[in-house]
C-alpha cells in the first residue's frame, strides 16, 4: 500500500498526466471513454482529448440498469450487486479499449469514474430534516482500481453535498477553468438526459460563474421512445420534425413548478419521467408525432428562456450532449434564442461535444491530485488505490 501511495504523490507532482475521464449519463446509452492529457492544473490547466469512444450498453446491461434507476423501490441484494458488477464491466470495458487502442494500462496515471446516478434527491424532507440534498451514483471504484491496475477516483458528487450544494451540476467546475474567456461571455449547455448550464462571464471569478441544471434535455422524449413506441430515441429529431407542437400539452408541461424556480437548482428523472408526461397528457389525444414533437418543443423552449433571462448583451453559445445531434431540437432552440445568443460549434472549444462530460471528470481527478483551493474551493473524488 505505501508503494501505491508514493506513487500518488509522484503522480501529483508531474506536470503532465494522462488520464481516463469515464461518464455514463441519465439516458444509459453506455460508457463514454475519453484519454486525456493533462498539462498543469486550475487555471494553467491545458487538456487535450487524445481518443475517445463510447462502448454501447447492451440490451440486457442497459435494461438491468433501467430497472434500478430512478426509481422508488429497489430490491437491496439486487442493488448491492449491481454494484460490483457494473465495477467489474467497467474494469473489462477499459482494458478491452486500451488494447484496441494499443495503449498500455501503465501508461494512464489515474481514472476518474463519475459512476452511474440512480438516484437524484434534492431538497427534499427526511426525518427531522426540512431539506436534504442527497445523490446516489453507483460503480466499485475499488474493484475498477484492481482490475485495471490503475489508481480510480470516483464519488465526485459527494463533497459538493458535503458542502451543503446538491451535488449537481459540477461541469461549473471545469467549465470554468478550461472556458472562462476575457473577450466575450459564454454559456456552455450540455443536453444529455437532463439539460444543464454554465453561464461564464468574460472576466469572471468562479463565484460569479452560473450553473445549473434547466428541466428535461433527451430523457422524455427517449423516455417516450423506448416504453411507447419500442425504439431507442429519436433520431436526429426525425419524428419530432413530422408532428405539429401542440399548446395545451406543452402548456400542461410547462406548468410544472421546477421550470419557475430561480437559477441554480437540480433535478433528474425522479421529476421527469412517464408519470409526468402522462400527467401532462390527462383529458388530451394526440398522435405519436405530436407528442414527440411537444416534449421535444418542452426542451428547447426551457433552455432557451433560461439563456434569454442571463444578463448579458452578447453570448458565445456552445452545446454539447446528445441533444446536439438532434437537429429538430437544435432548430427550435435556436428560433427561441433571443439575437443576442450566438450559437458556436464545440469543437472551436478544442474538444469534440461528445467527449466533453468524460473530459470534464478527468480534470476534477486531476484538480483533487495536484491543484488546490486557489482554482477550486474543495477537492472532488475518493481515491481506489489498486492494491
Known sequence: MKSDILKLAEIAEQSTKRVLGLMSGTSLDGLDIALCKIEGSGKNTTLTVEQFTTVQYSVSQKRLLTQHASVNQVNLQSLCQLHTWLGALYADLINNTLNQWQIPNDAIDFIASHGQTLYHCPQQPFENTKRLNSTLQIVEADIIATKTNIITLSDFRQKHIAKGLEGAPLVQYGDYLLYASDAANRVLLNIGGISNLTYLPKVCELSQSISSDIGPGNTLVDQYCRHVLGIPFDESGNIAASGTIQP????????????????????????????????????????????????????????????????????????????????????????????????????????HPDAKEAALFALLANETISGDTHALPFSMGKISLPN
Open 248 to 351: 395545451q400539452f406543452l402548456n400542461n408541461l410547462l406548468n410544472h413548478p421546477f421550470f419557475e424556480q430561480p437559477l441554480p437548482k437540480s433535478t433528474g428523472q425522479e421529476l421527469f419521467n412517464q408519470a409526468f408526461i402522462k400527467q401532462a397528457l390527462q383529458g388530451l389525444d394526440y398522435n405519436h408525432e405530436d407528442i414527440v414533437a411537444t416534449l421535444t418543443e418542452l426542451t428547447a423552449l426551457s433552455v432557451a428562456k433560461a439563456i434569454n433571462s442571463l444578463n448579458a448583451n452578447a453570448i458565445e453559445l456552445y452545446v454539447s450532449g446528445g441533444g446536439v445531434h438532434n437537429q429538430f431540437l437544435m432548430q427550435r432552440l435556436n428560433i427561441h434564442l433571443n439575437s443576442k445568443v450566438v450559437t458556436k460549434d464545440f469543437v472551436e472549444l478544442g474538444i
